[in-house]
């Protein structure tokens, strides 16, 4: 079955922000588009009023007739989706095509020119900003992005007459294995998700695959020290970046007073003068292999200069939802230690001087049991550390593996808190906080709002 031959899709997971960009590609497409997803949240309702058929139920008598003709329905699920779901199960049995979403995604890029933003952290963000060049340049794009960007309010961009498409590339189940990049950015190869790969070299190798599927004619922009080693072919063009090395980065960068401005050092042409519109440290290395890949495409200095300065952000991404000079609140998906440490290391350098507290929902079991101690190395730079309950996801408890772990292994100097979720709310109104940041990609970020609510009262700050 081609794309071309499919009337309607079926998402089995279909509140994921990965699966909801494409959910979005088919609805823009005209297709009929439905699926299942355990809870209703904000992302599924807005699905639901952009004409998807979601239930909550895994029962297949829930299914709508629309997807009842396999000749011309697609199944597409989400790897977090277990072996035993009814609904899943009832779409094999019966011989429809079922397919993960990456292998959706592979499609489009045999189809077009894929622009892909692999690592284990700064993917996402990476990958907005090359969205954001692109979609308001004269090059355009289609963009499957791993977020809701806060300049279009979505994670799916469409562009009817660019041969672009800029997508996240998930090493998780070794999804990204499905694409074909035209170019793609690497930025990072800290290990991760070993219960999917078991040792770090797995991890690596994994990586290094990935640069085998580069297109001919394509290229690489890797940041300098990766680990792993390339196997891009012979006539994909090779480019190295970072903040102070590299093909592509940065000079005369300055830092202070809630900017950060630089030069872009490019072997495609110098670009003077770039401002970042989300001034956290961590984005300088983002926005560069973000202009690498965007000049690779052919975006002017105008316009990457213009995007960079005009780019808001993703949700959840170092995500201010208070800014002020008595107290700054914020909330950012770092879930991985090296992520967090370089969050914390970002915000001490554009908060220089102020006292830094985070509340920290660790994410999965396994996570938590390989890297506890790194956890803790990277969460004692703070001056106060509030840690929750683990945040499941997709698995079950493991015995012994518990958000202790994590919490006996701080420096035992700092002030700490080992709570219940339900516990944060009190714990934050008694505090006193300059600088305050949710860490973790569970659910902990939606008490942000009431977080925020409390702060704002706290502090006599007003809404804006």
Do not use: W
């Amino acid at each position: 079955m081609t794309l071309d031959d499919i009337h309607s899709v079926y998402f089995i997971g279909a509140g994921g922000i990965g699966m909801s960009a494409l959910e979005r590609y088919f609805l823009a497409k005209g297709r009929a588009v439905g699926g299942y997803d355990r809870t209703p949240c904000a992302l599924t309702r807005t699905l639901e009023a952009e004409g998807a058929q979601i239930h909550y139920d895994d029962d297949p008598a829930l299914i709508p007739a629309a997807f009842a003709d396999k000749a011309h329905t697609l199944v597409v699920y989400t790897p977090a989706i277990p072996a035993d779901h009814r609904e899943l199960q009832h779409f094999r049995s019966a011989g429809f095509e079922v397919v993960k979403r990456a292998q959706v995604l592979g499609v489009l890029t045999r189809g077009m020119k894929g622009l892909c933003v692999a690592g284990t952290h700064g993917k996402t963000t990476t990958t907005a900003m090359l969205a954001h060049i692109l979609h308001q340049s004269h090059v355009g794009c289609s963009a499957f992005l791993g977020g809701i960007t806060k300049n279009y309010g979505t994670n799916y961009l469409f562009s009817p007459t660019s041969p672009y498409v800029v997508i996240e590339a998930d090493e998780f189940d070794r999804s990204f294995h499905h694409l074909r990049p035209y170019a793609t950015a690497i930025t990072s190869t800290d290990a991760d998700h070993l219960d999917i790969y078991g040792t770090e070299e797995a991890y690596l190798e994994s990586f290094a695959h990935y640069t085998s599927l580069i297109q001919p004619g394509g290229a690489l922009v890797a940041h300098t020290g990766l680990k792993m080693q390339e196997r891009a072919g012979s006539d994909v063009t090779r480019y190295t970046y970072a903040r102070h090395e590299g093909l592509f980065h940065a000079e005369n960068l300055s830092i202070g007073g809630g900017r950060i401005v630089f030069d872009f050092c490019s072997p495609l042409g110098r670009i003077d003068g770039i401002e970042l519109g989300v001034p956290v440290s961590i984005n300088i290395d983002n926005g560069i292999a973000a202009m690498a890949l965007a000049q690779i495409a052919g975006a002017t200095a105008d316009e990457i200069r213009r995007a960079m300065a005009s780019y808001s952000g993703v949700d959840r991404r170092f995500d201010f939802k208070i800014k002020t000079d008595r107290i700054v609140f914020l909330s950012d998906y770092a879930h991985h230690p090296e992520e967090i440490r370089q969050s914390i290391l970002s915000l001490r350098e554009v908060f220089d001087g102020r006292r830094i507290a985070a509340i920290f929902q660790p994410h999965l079991y396994t996570r938590t049991r390989d890297f506890y101690p790194q956890f803790a190395d990277a969460l004692s730079l703070l001056d106060e550390v509030i840690l929750t309950d683990i945040y499941p996801a997709r698995e079950q408890p493991i015995e012994g593996v518990s958000s202790r772990l994590i919490y006996d292994a701080l420096r035992p100097d700092m002030q700490r808190t080992l709570c219940t979720k339900d516990q944060v709310r009190d714990i934050v109104a008694r505090g006193d906080y300059d600088v305050l940041v949710v860490l973790g990609a569970g659910d902990l970020d939606n008490q942000c709002a009431d977080l925020a609510d409390i702060l704002r009262r706290k502090y006599g700050v007003e809404q804006g």
